[in-house]
């Protein structure tokens, strides 16, 4: 018996709400506490003796498990994407939290514009790694500007003329006069392990794994 | 509110250069008790590694590139420092990794001495980036290379030996993980799959998605999918690898992985063992078994080796297992000794005390100054005991 518990690292927001009856179904449920917004509690047990539960941020989720701090995490495939940690094992798409991840500009500029002749272009977006490597796949150089959130704004007042982001039904897009010109890729959120875990506590997580895409087989039948 | 015992704020740092003290990315000062430490972890490896006929070779840290690169793949090469030398004119690189060197020695200088050859080395590498888990960019790498033995007694010795090494140290918890790394290539050659596939296929056994990897497979769909359930704890996995289909020209990998893990369950059958037939990452260069090391609890890997061809890519290349340990991965993972304990010398004390006293097992700190304070200096310099009056007269505690 291993005396250091398992940590499942869930992101807070908007994947929480899907995953927490993912987790119902499997019969993993957290202490009263984790469903108070009052508490101010970080780490969480659970029913299970020897799993506990950290809520932190989506982005990081990821890094959390790459580094060992937690041994399983739900992070969706666009945070996985971005960092493209190699400590990090997907192996399940959990079929939640989907959605894309887009390049976007405003409507009056989509009939103007002449993507071939791009050489460089300024895009704001919460994940650089992503947007340089799309654009540089098409001989493109992005000069990309982090931000956190409130990307819809940066077109409107001028900061850059597109931005990288998660779409998922486009009303934001639509409410800010952006339109979506390319789908990066589709987004959902996976189950994540750590390398090392799964190697030295290979019966717990493999258990574990199991019991998730069971979950996710019945669901999706 | 404010709390008191929280102290204010210092001034926000100023853009000015750098400390003096301020090193280059990725680059430590070792100081005391851990430099001490990690090279006395460094002997007890290579000790052991000798008494298993393990010789020591010492190369160069820089050579020519040609030569330090030579049957690399490029991710090697990525992870070079390159230098011109001012005598030659020619570009020299600083080593990334010290088992080419060894294969190049075994294979050129040492051509001549009879097979299988067994050689250890200890030194440290330099490369371009750290790892996500080990920012370090210079680290100390233990070794052995076993040349010219292409079997499955061979491997197992040299995994066997890097477990004894590393329990010798105290390390706990000691997992081994097994792959053949040329499986999934050799598949993808025998069913003619197209690159682009390949590597979209890689990319989803890399992530251990199953489900990712069957869609793209198209063939080999259901052999994957087999492979990837076979990963895990041994006894398991072995059962159901041994119950896979695989095609004839991939049986003997299969064989040699079953060997191999057979063998280890045997002779080493505290350390946990689990396989994983369809690892790749970091094993580009190996045509066998390979495999990696690591402990509960211990962030990333602590070595990992494997078969591969030493020396030349053409003509003499001799088949070969070897195994690298990291120590800065290592060294957490080693329970720190206890400190040695301090005998305080005043000045004037003969020199024969301070050898009687080393014999005894103490170390001694010999005063400089006939005119100090005697027992102040020695507490200051965190002495347990002085010698005083022809006796070792222990200090009381301090308060």
Redesign the interface.
């Given at each position: 018996m291993?005396p250091?518990p398992l940590v499942l690292a869930l992101p807070k927001g908007r994947i929480l709400d899907e995953v927490m009856p993912v987790l119902a179904r499997i019969g993993i449920v957290p202490e009263p506490d984790f469903e108070r917004d009052s508490s101010r509690k970080l780490r969480f047990s659970t029913n299970i003796p020897g799993l506990e539960i950290i809520r932190v941020r989506s982005f990081d989720v990821a890094t959390f498990v790459?580094?060992?701090a937690a041994e399983l995490g739900v992070a969706g495939s666009d945070v996985l994407m971005e960092f493209n940690?190699?400590?990090?094992?997907?192996?399940?798409?959990l079929g939640i939290g989907r959605c894309h991840i887009s390049v976007a500009e405003p409507a009056a500029l989509v009939d103007a514009d002449a993507p071939q002749q791009w050489s460089h272009v300024r895009v704001a977006t919460k994940y650089p790694e992503i947007t340089k490597a799309y654009f540089a796949a098409r001989g493109v150089q992005a000069e990309c500007v982090k931000l956190n959130g409130a990307l819809e704004l940066a077109p409107t007042l001028g900061l850059c003329e597109r931005i990288v982001d998660l779409v998922s039904t486009g009303a934001t897009l639509r409410a800010n006069g952006l339109v979506e010109v390319a789908r990066i890729a589709d987004v959902s959120s996976?189950l994540i392990?750590n390398r090392?875990a799964?190697?030295?506590?290979?019966?717990e997580l493999?258990a574990w794994i199991d019991r998730f895409a069971e979950v996710t087989r019945a669901r999706a039948a | 509110m404010s709390n008191a015992s929280v102290p204010p704020a210092p001034a926000p740092p100023s853009l000015a250069p750098s400390a003096p003290t301020l090193l280059p990315t990725g680059l430590r000062d070792a100081l005391p008790p851990e430099a001490e430490h990690q090279a006395a972890c460094v002997v007890a490896l290579l000790r052991g590694f000798a008494d298993e006929g393990y010789e020591r070779v010492e190369p160069p840290l820089v050579e020519f590139e040609e030569s330090l690169l030579a049957d690399a793949d490029s991710s090697v090469a990525r992870q070079t420092f390159r230098l011109m030398d001012p005598v030659s004119q020619r570009m020299m690189g600083v080593r990334p990794d010290m088992t080419i060197q060894v294969a190049r020695i075994a294979t050129s200088r040492l051509a001549h001495r009879p097979r299988p050859l067994r050689l250890a080395y200890a030194g440290d590498v330099l490369r371009v980036k750290g790892?996500?888990?080990q920012p370090q960019r210079q680290f100390t790498q233990v070794g052995v290379e076993l040349i010219g033995a292409a079997s499955v007694s061979a491997d197992v010795e040299v995994i066997r030996c890097a477990l004894e090494g590393l329990s010798g140290l105290g390390v706990a918890?000691l997992?081994v993980?097994l792959t053949v790394a040329a499986l999934v290539p050799n598949l993808f050659d025998l069913y003619a799959l197209p690159a682009g596939q390949r590597q979209a296929v890689r990319a989803a056994l890399d992530?251990?998605?199953?489900?990712?990897a069957a869609a793209q497979a198209g063939p080999l769909a259901d052999l994957l999918t087999g492979l990837l359930a076979a990963t895990?704890?041994a006894r398991a996995a072995l059962m159901l690898l041994t119950s896979l289909d695989l095609p004839d020209a991939v049986q003997p990998l299969r064989q040699d992985l079953a060997d191999v893990a057979t063998a280890l369950l045997q002779q080493v059958p505290q350390v946990?063992l689990?396989i994983?037939p369809i690892e790749g990452?970091g094993f580009e260069y190996h045509t066998g078994v390979g495999f990696?090391l690591?402990?509960?609890?211990?962030?990333?890997?602590l070595g990992r080796g494997g078969r591969y061809q030493a020396g030349p890519q053409q003509g003499q290349a001799e088949a070969s297992t070897g195994v690298t340990l990291y120590m800065d991965a290592i060294l957490p993972a080693v329970p720190a000794p206890p400190p040695r304990q301090r005998l305080y010398l005043p000045a004037g004390t003969p020199v024969e005390v301070g050898r009687s006293a080393r014999a005894e097992g103490w170390v001694t700190i010999a005063g400089l100054d006939p005119l100090e304070a005697v027992d102040e200096t020695a507490t200051r310099l965190n002495c347990r005991a002085i010698f005083r009056g022809g006796h070792i007269i222990e200090l009381k505690e301090r308060a």
């Amino acid at each position: 018996m291993d005396p250091r518990p398992l940590v499942l690292a869930l992101p807070k927001g908007r994947i929480l709400d899907e995953v927490m009856p993912v987790l119902a179904r499997i019969g993993i449920v957290p202490e009263p506490d984790f469903e108070r917004d009052s508490s101010r509690k970080l780490r969480f047990s659970t029913n299970i003796p020897g799993l506990e539960i950290i809520r932190v941020r989506s982005f990081d989720v990821a890094t959390f498990v790459a580094f060992g701090a937690a041994e399983l995490g739900v992070a969706g495939s666009d945070v996985l994407m971005e960092f493209n940690y190699s400590e990090l094992y997907s192996p399940l798409d959990l079929g939640i939290g989907r959605c894309h991840i887009s390049v976007a500009e405003p409507a009056a500029l989509v009939d103007a514009d002449a993507p071939q002749q791009w050489s460089h272009v300024r895009v704001a977006t919460k994940y650089p790694e992503i947007t340089k490597a799309y654009f540089a796949a098409r001989g493109v150089q992005a000069e990309c500007v982090k931000l956190n959130g409130a990307l819809e704004l940066a077109p409107t007042l001028g900061l850059c003329e597109r931005i990288v982001d998660l779409v998922s039904t486009g009303a934001t897009l639509r409410a800010n006069g952006l339109v979506e010109v390319a789908r990066i890729a589709d987004v959902s959120s996976r189950l994540i392990v750590n390398r090392t875990a799964l190697k030295t506590r290979s019966d717990e997580l493999t258990a574990w794994i199991d019991r998730f895409a069971e979950v996710t087989r019945a669901r999706a039948a | 509110m404010s709390n008191a015992s929280v102290p204010p704020a210092p001034a926000p740092p100023s853009l000015a250069p750098s400390a003096p003290t301020l090193l280059p990315t990725g680059l430590r000062d070792a100081l005391p008790p851990e430099a001490e430490h990690q090279a006395a972890c460094v002997v007890a490896l290579l000790r052991g590694f000798a008494d298993e006929g393990y010789e020591r070779v010492e190369p160069p840290l820089v050579e020519f590139e040609e030569s330090l690169l030579a049957d690399a793949d490029s991710s090697v090469a990525r992870q070079t420092f390159r230098l011109m030398d001012p005598v030659s004119q020619r570009m020299m690189g600083v080593r990334p990794d010290m088992t080419i060197q060894v294969a190049r020695i075994a294979t050129s200088r040492l051509a001549h001495r009879p097979r299988p050859l067994r050689l250890a080395y200890a030194g440290d590498v330099l490369r371009v980036k750290g790892s996500q888990l080990q920012p370090q960019r210079q680290f100390t790498q233990v070794g052995v290379e076993l040349i010219g033995a292409a079997s499955v007694s061979a491997d197992v010795e040299v995994i066997r030996c890097a477990l004894e090494g590393l329990s010798g140290l105290g390390v706990a918890g000691l997992t081994v993980d097994l792959t053949v790394a040329a499986l999934v290539p050799n598949l993808f050659d025998l069913y003619a799959l197209p690159a682009g596939q390949r590597q979209a296929v890689r990319a989803a056994l890399d992530r251990k998605d199953a489900a990712a990897a069957a869609a793209q497979a198209g063939p080999l769909a259901d052999l994957l999918t087999g492979l990837l359930a076979a990963t895990g704890p041994a006894r398991a996995a072995l059962m159901l690898l041994t119950s896979l289909d695989l095609p004839d020209a991939v049986q003997p990998l299969r064989q040699d992985l079953a060997d191999v893990a057979t063998a280890l369950l045997q002779q080493v059958p505290q350390v946990g063992l689990t396989i994983d037939p369809i690892e790749g990452r970091g094993f580009e260069y190996h045509t066998g078994v390979g495999f990696t090391l690591f402990a509960r609890n211990v962030r990333g890997e602590l070595g990992r080796g494997g078969r591969y061809q030493a020396g030349p890519q053409q003509g003499q290349a001799e088949a070969s297992t070897g195994v690298t340990l990291y120590m800065d991965a290592i060294l957490p993972a080693v329970p720190a000794p206890p400190p040695r304990q301090r005998l305080y010398l005043p000045a004037g004390t003969p020199v024969e005390v301070g050898r009687s006293a080393r014999a005894e097992g103490w170390v001694t700190i010999a005063g400089l100054d006939p005119l100090e304070a005697v027992d102040e200096t020695a507490t200051r310099l965190n002495c347990r005991a002085i010698f005083r009056g022809g006796h070792i007269i222990e200090l009381k505690e301090r308060a």
